[in-house]
């Protein structure tokens, strides 16, 4: 069992940056593509960004591309997701995921995700 718990969330103003983490207890996180996804109030979960097990694949929304990175540190066990230029439009809560699939492989789809945290409130206000 893999248990994920997602930080860094918060208030920010239009054009600021925050930082989420995403830390794993029970088992390394270093077997598992990871991915970020979001739910706005009233609006369904939808797909953010994704890295591969060893890094050398991302993949991100078309609404994030160029704003939002998407890291990982093995050492520390922890993933994290690098908001720049934060618009109104990215208020949500954020949630981070593992998936148990091929090694450097990535995914969009929140079905591939076997595990999940419990997510962090990102507000951006304009």
């Known amino acids: 069992q893999v248990q994920l718990v997602e930080s860094g969330g918060g208030l920010v103003q239009a054009g600021g940056s925050l930082r989420l983490s995403c830390a794993a207890s029970?088992?390394?996180?270093?077997?598992?593509?990871m991915g970020w996804f979001r739910q706005a109030p009233g609006k369904e979960r939808r797909f953010v960004a994704a890295v591969s097990v060893n890094s050398v694949r991302t993949v991100y929304a078309d609404s994030v591309k160029g704003r939002f990175t998407v890291s990982r540190d093995r050492s520390k066990n922890t993933v994290y997701l690098q908001m720049n230029t934060l618009e109104p439009e990215d208020t949500a809560v954020y949630y981070c995921?593992?998936?148990?699939?091929?090694?450097?492989?990535?995914?969009?789809?929140?079905?591939?995700?076997?595990?999940w945290g419990q997510g962090t409130q990102v507000t951006v206000s304009s």
């Open positions: 995921a593992a998936a148990n699939i091929l090694f450097g492989a990535v995914s969009s789809r929140s079905g591939a995700y076997d595990y």
């Open positions: 029970g088992r390394t996180l270093n077997t598992y593509a």
